[in-house]
T-cell receptor
Framework: GQSLEQPSEVTAVEGAIVQINCTYQ??????LSWYQQHDGGAPTFLSY????GLEETGRFSSFLSRSDSYGYLLLQELQMKDSASYFC??????????FGTGTRLLVSP | EPEVTQTPSHQVTQMGQEVILRCVPI?????FYWYRQILGQKVEFLVS????????KSEIFDDQFSVERPDGSNFTLKIRSTKLEDSAMYFC????????????FGQGTRLTVV
């Protein structure tokens, strides 16, 4: 089976930089995605890495290393509204996302 | 901005009853999905649907579950005989592309089985 592990919780202050890691045990996946989910809300797409390396989208960057079975999401210039849960997910098979365990990010003033 | 819409937002049902959760995917998307999330846990894949048939399903998606696209806009998930453990948030999603690079999720239906 597949497993994607993330830290359960990360705390940081406004304006800081935080990195959320994702280690996985799977093979044959197309890419690694990151989704944000506010309490009671829907997962919202943030970023996707099909290839190894860094992808930058505004304040958010995502990194993938297939050889290390590892990826991360980097959030810069943290804002209070960034407090949410963040999930990594791998694209498997025909059309299927397998989500990680999720990381709850708490941003304080 | 186009969005995936789901109805109802909250459904309470008695154990053993049938429920139908409804979704309207984004109009030009071709791939449709159902996921569920038990409170406080991760999002779990249930099923994907393309060209009027199931493309892939998880072990959770047993004979109690079925999906249908009854017309050109709706996509439904039916649970034939609900169990207590079916209580969860059910998310519908759609994507334009095959590799699930960006799936757009609806706001979810919270199903409570009592």
């Amino acid at each position: 089976g597949q497993s994607l592990e993330q830290p359960s919780e990360v705390t940081a202050v406004e304006g800081a930089i935080v990195q959320i890691n994702c280690t996985y045990q799977t093979s044959g996946f197309y890419g690694l995605s990151w989704y944000q989910q506010h309490d009671g809300g829907a997962p919202t797409f943030l970023s996707y890495n099909a290839l190894d390396g860094l992808e930058e989208t505004g304040r958010f960057s995502s990194f993938l290393s297939r050889s290390d079975s590892y990826g991360y999401l980097l959030l810069q210039e943290l804002q209070m509204k960034d407090s949410a849960s963040y999930f990594c997910a791998v694209s498997l098979g025909f059309q299927k996302l397998v989500f990680g365990t999720g990381t709850r990010l708490l941003v304080s003033p | 901005e186009p969005e995936v819409t789901q109805t109802p937002s909250h459904q309470v049902t008695q154990m053993g009853q049938e429920v139908i959760l409804r979704c309207v995917p984004i109009s030009n998307h071709l791939y449709f999905y159902w996921y569920r999330q038990i409170l406080g846990q991760k999002v779990e894949f249930l099923v994907s649907f393309y060209n009027n048939e199931i493309s892939e399903k998880s072990e959770i998606f047993d004979d109690q579950f079925s999906v249908e696209r009854p017309d050109g806009s709706n996509f439904t998930l039916k649970i034939r005989s609900t169990k207590l453990e079916d209580s969860a948030m059910y998310f519908c999603a759609s994507s334009a592309g095959r590799m699930n690079t960006e799936a757009f999720f609806g706001q979810g239906t919270r199903l409570t089985v009592v």
